[in-house]
């Protein structure tokens, strides 16, 4: 693991340090995911819990819980990560007890073929029991996209050779050091994933948490480099727009992600102010 980093492992030893700090100096980590579970469910369902639930048009999977977390019909073409059925395997070692259909087969494909029999479905005993689920345990997501988190800096720094690994390191270590780091990445990663999936990608150009700390370079930790990952993000997923299919009409979306992107920054500042008072 030390080769990943340098010769003593230090790169290693800071960002697992990072990744168990609240984003305040006082806070307790449980009420730190709480919190990151509200904005993240705020920014996929405007905090409606109806929206857990979800397939949006155009798109051929199921969106589902306050990250809306991929879910694949078993007949899907998988273009994206799915993380679904991670999730719920994830919640049931949480001793959390999902429906019985799905806790007793927790890797199986979504039972909803395609958007159509999933909405006319969508007010059934099957529906209803998953939707409880989600809402009452949405704090135990939170604990997954941290999970996920923790895995991301090594799956990027993989794929790079020893110059790019210092500089993508260098910049999730100071997006993680600064106010409301956390939240920003835990986000990032499951809006746009870690950025290594070859398929995530438009014309060979990916939008994901690799090529936005690629297209930073700050050097030290705090509200520039808040603003500036929020930055890069915003370039790259307008590239993404001007390079998807036509017949996604992704552009519908780019207005919602910079609502999200801005978020980033808005929280940073808060908390920023609220530690000089």
Request: proline share 4%; charged share 20%; net charge positive.
């Amino acid at each position: 693991m030390h080769t990943m980093f340098d010769k003593t492992g230090a790169g290693l030893l800071l960002l697992l340090f990072l990744l168990q700090q609240p984003l305040s100096a006082n806070a307790n980590p449980t009420t730190e995911l709480e919190q990151i579970a509200k904005l993240i469910f705020k920014n996929e369902c405007a905090s409606k819990d109806a929206c857990l639930t979800s397939w949006n048009e155009g798109e051929e999977f199921a969106s589902l819980g306050i990250g809306h977390f991929i879910w694949y019909p078993e007949t899907g073409h998988k273009t994206f990560q799915e993380s679904f059925p991670a999730l719920i395997t994830f919640m049931i070692q949480q001793g959390k007890q999902p429906p019985i259909w799905l806790a007793n087969r927790p890797e199986q494909s979504n039972p909803w073929i395609n958007r159509k029999a999933f909405l006319g479905d969508y007010n059934s005993q099957k529906m209803y029991e998953l939707r409880d689920f989600l809402i009452h345990n949405k704090t135990s997501q939170a604990e997954f996209m941290q999970q996920r988190l923790r895995g991301t800096l090594p799956k990027m720094l993989l794929t790079l050779d020893q110059a790019a690994k210092k500089h993508v390191r260098q910049q999730f270590e100071l997006v993680a050091a600064s106010p409301m780091g956390m939240y920003v990445l835990m986000d990032y990663v499951n809006f746009k994933g870690e950025g290594t999936n070859l398929k995530e990608r438009y014309q060979g150009k990916g939008w994901g948490m690799l090529q936005v700390l690629e297209n930073m370079n700050c050097e030290k930790p705090g509200l520039l480099t808040i603003k500036s990952f929020a930055d890069s993000a915003d370039t790259l997923l307008s590239q993404r727009v001007k390079l998807s299919p036509a017949h996604r009409n992704e552009i519908r979306w780019l207005a919602g992600w910079r609502i999200r992107l801005n978020s980033y920054i808005r929280e940073s500042e808060q908390l920023f102010n609220q530690s000089r008072l």
